[in-house]
């Protein structure tokens, strides 16, 4: 059985002197290819050396993550640009996150604009962060209908009603994460109803720890407990849950 992490940061400092270990379990685990969303300029570098190293099984993304919009987004958009002619497969991590800070939101509004103009340029899928945002997005992802976006909302929390509208504006995937496996989450129940070919597998490595690990690092290799439980939720087997999200991966990411 194969399955692909579509949202991980292996390369993120909590990994620091073993991130070629932590593909090395991943691997081993049977997720077989993964997807690292970029984050900023800090951490670019790292993010591409790791991915080198790692070739036919790490997959390297390009983007501004909405925290870290600021003051400087678009000498931070500029800097993006250096690393255009790499092998990237979507653009992403973008979006808006409203949680954490409102300051700079109409940044964070302009800046996912650009990006997913760029990414229709270079017809590449978007990777989203939305958190607390899911109106501005839309609204964004609605006026700008005509560029014929795809991708994945990542660690998507919304609503059914949610998921619907989503379809209408194209084709949206929803990365499911650790989260599922939280007791009491909405995102289980509503997970139910959202059709395997539409779900994507993802960690969110280091955060987001599916249980039985909560409240420790989260890697890669713990994907495929974050599957078993949406087989269990959907009443499928785990085999089908692996295929088909393995299946979507590879389509919408090029993998
Ligand atoms: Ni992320």
Known sequence: MEFTDTHSHLYDEAFTGEEDQAVGRAVEAGVTKIIFPDIDAETRDRMFALAERHTGT???????????????????LEDMENYLDRDIRAIGEIGMDLYWSKE????????????????????????????EATKPILDILKEEKSLGNRGVFHAFSGSLETFHELQELGDWHVGIGGVVTFKKASIAETVKSIPLSRILLETDSPYLTPAPHRGTRNESSYIPLIARKIAELKGCSLEEVAQATTENAHNLFQI
């Open 58 to 76: 790490v997959f390297p993304c390009l983007g501004l993550h909405p925290t870290s919009v600021n003051a400087d987004w678009k000498k931070e």
């Open 104 to 131: 700079f939101q109409k940044e964070q509004q302009e800046a996912f604009r650009q990006q997913i103009r760029l990414a229709a340029r270079l017809d590449l899928p978007v990777i989203i962060h939305s958190r």
